[in-house]
């Protein structure tokens, strides 16, 4: 007989059981519905083509909330949790790292301990990477495609032979992430998200800020020659050399007789090595970029540049390698001004930026445009004609919607984001509400969004979506609290975390009004959270890389256009079942034995060892510790008289460990 | 008798008894009965054979509205001037119609049992998608408290009637569905493949010990946990023997599922509904997407196309599943496009006032129901009569020009099998179009 019952071991007289699956007898026929209020947020990855033109923003500011679109089903009474279960839950949102024994004494012992324990785990590198990936995601700088990207180089929408290095998408999608970190390493106040002017960058991406900053339909001409070089270049010529003349010299005769172009989304490419000629996608020069320019981080502050104020070339690529400052005609400023955003983001002539300021909106303040709100503009400029007349329903979102687009009007191409030749004419201000000022530029578009009092609220919010898979109430004195701690600590981003995720808010530990109106939630592992966790915990990466991978097909967090609310599915499915069941057996087969493994089947006990303490996060002083390291034991002990191989059986055990409730859930 | 209709409503409700029973029973408005146009003894219960639905559904906003069954013959609508999508006589059953060639040409025994309803959908933004989806708000939560989308309203009274694995709808595209508030996952045909991969041999022995142990595991952690942590054992148990009740033929049709094209989405919307996963399968089929810049409309002449053969593909796989008897295919968009003719390198912008939502399937009484009348500076469904189905201008229909998208998701649950009575509790507002209903 191949199998033991856990019950008999946990003090039940000694019985086996047939391997007969489905035998679990806690099931109802049908799950009922947890009735949570997770909002009406979607999913918009994918295809972002057919959604870019002609919508107006803010139609649906009313629908964001819980109280929209609720299941109508009463929430259950709350029972507090547990010590372990909240720690663990913690410690995997915030690191992913397992809970230690020490820790777990620590809470049980004093449970206000919890928050020094927090604070410790914000100042490991593993919350640095979560937040990296938190703020990806939050300042909505995740969806860069060829297309997005090289029209704001362009001027149109066709990708022609745009064959940029993959690195430079990297860059392009991480430089805010990153900058938003140093705000919070740098305990500056979290508000300068609007209006920091100091980005993290590499070479490469000030290379592309640069060529995106002028006019698409200009350009100078450069030249790609090994052969056939111009009259006083040759292949000895110094990188001075190149660059003043804008010649490049390429060690291949690919290019024979040469490469000619004014087009940046031509030329752009080529200084990263690639040239649109058999055998020329990829090579090394001495004055185009190399590896090292996608990967110098470093801070850049942006410098706004007057009319006769010179820029460096956007091919001068030693100088912008060791610069500091980065003049540019286009006053970016804050998350909302990255190439990254505005490709997420698309608008076009008939929505003229009034998406691209919405979701500015969104992000920043957890509020979207609506017609209910009476804040009256300073004056209606920039009001449309077809949204002017006060009697129909598009003028209260438009009276302040179209003002404040033009802080983004007047320094783009509505269609593609590019440059303009000259800035628009155009008077922006701000009036959102009941905060209203005016303003030249996007500098006082972040400005005005930092000043606002709904900030402070919307990243409370923020973090407790990212917790809990739901939002907190924002009338419960605990959100108050902590909201109004964030002010008075002068927006230090990592004192909110400490204090939400030290709050009974997060840990579910005792009783507040959230939990009396959202049922507090175990959630599924979403897809960042797992990958995270799993990479952490083995010491391996790439575990989730691949568009083919399933681990794609796990569900994760993402924002729709339009909603304040995050789309986070929360409960488990047949799909999110066999999701997990294929990664976990996926990833079993590229751990275990493989070299520098702590899952080696030549130790099987402590390989066993590893998979409940560290993948499961159950340590010894875990009440559920005993029962999980017996479960794995007799697990293997079956599996070994179906095969002999080792290695099939740690896989198996492995398996067995990564469907568990203790990682298939958040909260258990 | 003559009885203004207001009157009528309003002494015959329930408080003339017979009138407001029967109506309540057969799902035929009160007015009609009262009135004589339809004949009581021809007003059976129609609660025949529960449909599931294939929803295909987009917030792109597709000018599926410009070239169907009741578009054409009206005066500065502008249809797609291509020669490919030239305007061709068509039967709808009984009913003479004329649509885009594409439409013609389908096979007659699909057309027999479709309807081509004109109606609003009242929002003019692709954010208002989800508005959309839940009727503007009419369509309900089970417990009468709160909205919820009309995928979910159906999914959920269906799949007790169809007996599916899960209630909740499923999006094969990017259709932003949430099931009582909840947000979905939309899963691609690539990462069906993927999931359902089989297993054989030693792989397989050892899945089924790790069952075992995880069931085992969930017994003993359910005697200590807290009301959520017992909630999520129990549907991550279930989920986990969903996926193992699942039929070998049923993985190979999978495994052949080899991207996400419009046609992979059929083939894993009919696995899946071989599978009785869910009652609602969401897909999107292009039909010219977002063209305010189309010009020549050629998108809105290649992807009508492209769509209406994808259509017919849908069917005939429906077909070959053997479940054409048990199965409507329906579509939602955000909105309808402009119809008139705005020149130069401009296609068409958004319509919030007209929008055809297509139902077939077999109690389906084809035809097309509504019209578009001018609107503002383009054109918008008009009012319909519930009874004939016909469109009614200056909004003097029955079912006024406010009501129609309510109307029209009525019918469809009609024709999906559903008794009126769960329809009157979970959708605000409307009434079916009988004309579109078969059996009446």
Request: charged residues 20%.
């Amino acid at each position: 007989m191949l199998r033991r019952s856990l019950r008999s071991v946990s003090g039940s007289s000694l019985a086996l059981l047939l391997a007969v699956p489905g035998c679990y007898s806690g099931l109802s026929a049908s799950p009922e519905a947890d009735g949570l209020s997770a909002g009406e947020a979607g999913d918009e990855e994918g295809d972002e083509e057919g959604d870019e033109a002609g919508e107006d923003a803010g139609d649906d500011a009313g629908d964001d909330g819980a109280g929209d679109d609720d299941g109508g089903e009463p929430v259950a009474p709350f029972q507090p949790s547990d010590p372990e279960s909240y720690a663990r839950k913690v410690k995997l949102l915030l690191t992913g790292e397992p809970v230690s024994e020490v820790e777990l004494d620590a809470i049980r012992t004093d449970p206000e301990s919890l928050q020094d324990l927090v604070r410790g785990w914000t100042e490991t590198d593993a919350f640095r990477v979560k937040m990296l990936d938190f703020f990806t995601v939050t300042f909505h700088q995740e969806q860069i495609t060829k297309a997005n990207i090289v029209s704001q180089l362009r001027g149109d929408d066709a990708t022609g032979n745009f064959n940029p290095r993959n690195e430079l998408y990297t860059n392009l999608t991480e430089s805010f992430a990153r900058t938003a970190w140093g705000i919070v390493e740098q305990g500056r106040p979290f508000t300068e998200v609007a209006t920091t002017r100091r980005w993290m960058m590499t070479t490469a991406m000030m290379s592309f800020l640069v060529a995106a900053d002028d006019d698409p339909t200009k350009g100078q001409q450069h030249t790609f020659y090994h052969n056939s070089p111009p009259a006083g270049m040759g292949a000895g010529s110094s990188v001075a050399q190149q660059v003043a003349n804008r010649a490049w010299y390429v060690p291949s005769n690919c290019v024979d007789p040469s490469y000619t172009s004014n087009r940046r989304f031509f030329v752009l490419p080529a200084l990263m090595g690639r040239l649109p000629a058999a055998g020329c996608d990829n090579f090394d020069a001495n004055a185009v970029m190399n590896n090292g320019d996608f990967s110098d981080w470093r801070e850049v502050e942006l410098v706004t540049l007057g009319p006769d104020d010179d820029k460096t070339p956007y091919w001068d690529i030693p100088a912008l390698r060791n610069a500091a400052t980065l003049g540019l005609e286009i006053p970016r400023t804050g998350f909302f001004s990255t190439p990254a955003f505005l490709a997420k983001w698309r608008s076009n002539e008939d929505n003229s930026f009034r998406v691209t300021t919405n979701q500015a909106l969104i992000v920043a303040l957890g509020q979207s445009f609506d017609d209910e709100d009476g804040t009256l503009p300073l004056d209606e400029s920039g009001l449309s004609d077809d949204h002017a007349d006060p009697t129909t329903v598009c003028y209260g979102c438009h009276k302040n919607l179209d003002p404040m687009r033009d802080f983004f009007l007047k320094e783009f191409d509505p269609d593609f984001y590019s440059a303009l030749d000259e800035k628009a004419d155009v008077q922006p201000s701000f009036s959102f509400f009941g905060e209203v000022s005016e303003g030249e530029d996007l500098t006082d578009f972040g400005q005005a969004i930092a000043a606002h009092p709904f900030f402070a609220g919307a990243w409370v919010q923020k973090l407790c979506f990212l917790a809990n898979s739901q939002e907190c109430n924002p009338d419960d004195p605990e959100f108050e609290r902590i909201r109004e701690g964030f002010i008075a600590s002068g927006y230090d981003f990592r004192e909110l975390v400490i204090e939400l995720f030290s709050s009974p808010l997060v840990t579910g530990a005792a009783r507040t009004m959230t939990h009396d109106t959202n049922e507090f939630l175990v959630s599924i592992n979403r897809k960042a959270h797992m990958c995270h966790t799993l990479e952490t915990r083995l010491s391996m990466t790439g575990l989730c890389n691949g568009n083919n991978n399933v681990a794609q097909a796990a569900p994760e967090d993402a924002w729709s256009r339009g909603s304040a609310t995050p789309f986070q599915p929360a409960t488990s499915s047949l799909f999110y079942a066999a999701t997990m069941d294929a990664f976990c057996d996926r990833v079993a087969k590229a751990v275990v034995d493989e070299a520098d493994s702590p899952l080696q089947s030549t130790d099987m006990e402590g390989s066993l060892r590893f998979l409940v303490e560290v993948v499961m996060d159950l340590p010894p002083g875990d009440s559920r510790h005993y029962m999980a390291r017996t479960a794995l034991e007799d697990h293997v002990e079956d599996a070994t008289l179906l095969t002999q191989n080792n290695r099939i059986v740690l896989e198996s055990a492995f398996t067995l460990a990564c469907t568990s409730p203790f990682f298939t859930s958040v909260g258990y | 008798m003559n009885i203004s209709r207001r009157n009528m409503l309003k002494t015959a409700l329930f408080g003339s008894g017979f009138v407001g029973l029967r109506s309540m029973v057969t799902g035929i408005p009160i007015a009609a009965l009262i009135g004589g146009r339809i004949d009581d003894a021809m007003a059976e219960d129609i609660t025949e054979e529960p449909q599931s639905l294939v929803l295909f559904t987009s917030q792109a906003g597709d000018p599926f509205n410009a070239n169907t069954p009741g578009c054409y013959g009206v005066s500065g609508v502008y249809n797609n001037p291509a020669a490919s999508m030239a305007p061709t006589q068509m039967m709808l059953g009984d009913v003479q119609t004329t649509a885009a060639k594409p439409w013609a040409e389908v096979p007659q025994r699909f057309l027999d049992r479709t309807t081509f309803i004109h109606h609003r959908t009242y929002f003019n933004t692709h954010p208002a998608y989800t508005k959309v989806l839940t009727l503007a708000g009419s369509a309900k939560s089970a417990g009468g408290n709160g909205a919820d989308q009309i995928g979910s309203v159906l999914s959920s009274e269906l799949a007790p009637l169809v007996d599916t694995l899960q209630s909740e709808p499923l999006a094969l595209s990017n259709a932003e569905l949430s099931f009582q508030g909840r947000a979905l996952q939309s899963l691609r045909p690539s990462m069906l493949r993927q999931m359902f991969a089989p297993l054989g041999g030693v792989e397989l022995d050892l899945q089924l010990l790790r069952d075992q142990t995880l069931d085992d595991m969930n017994v003993l952690l359910k005697e200590q946990g807290t009301h959520a942590q017992r909630a999520w054992l129990d549907r991550h148990a279930l989920s986990r023997e969903q996926v193992r009740a699942i039929d070998e033929t049923l993985l190979e049709r999978f495994a052949m599922l080899e991207d996400d094209s419009p046609m992979n989405q059929v083939r894993a919307a009919v696995t899946l509904i071989l599978m009785k996963v869910t009652p609602v399968i969401a897909i999107q089929i292009p039909f010219g997407g977002d063209n305010h810049k189309d010009a020549g409309l050629v998108k809105e002449r290649d992807e009508t196309i492209s769509g209406v053969a994808t259509w017919q593909f849908l069917l005939e796989e429906l077909e070959t599943a053997g479940l054409q008897d048990k199965v409507t295919v329906a579509n939602l968009n955000v909105f309808g496009r402009t119809l008139r003719n705005q020149g130069g390198s401009k296609g068409r912008d958004h319509n919030l006032n007209h929008h055809v939502m297509s139902i077939c399937g077999k109690h389906v009484k084809a035809g097309v129901v509504g019209g578009i009348e001018p609107s503002g500076n383009d054109y918008g469904a008009m009012s319909i009569d519930s009874v004939t189905g016909q469109g009614v201008p200056g909004d003097m229909g029955d079912i006024v020009r406010d009501l129609t998208l309510q109307s029209a998701a009525h019918t469809l649950g009609r024709v999906l099998g559903l008794p009126q009575e769960r329809l009157d509790e979970r959708i605000e507002g409307g009434t079916p179009i009988l004309s579109a209903i078969g059996g009446l």
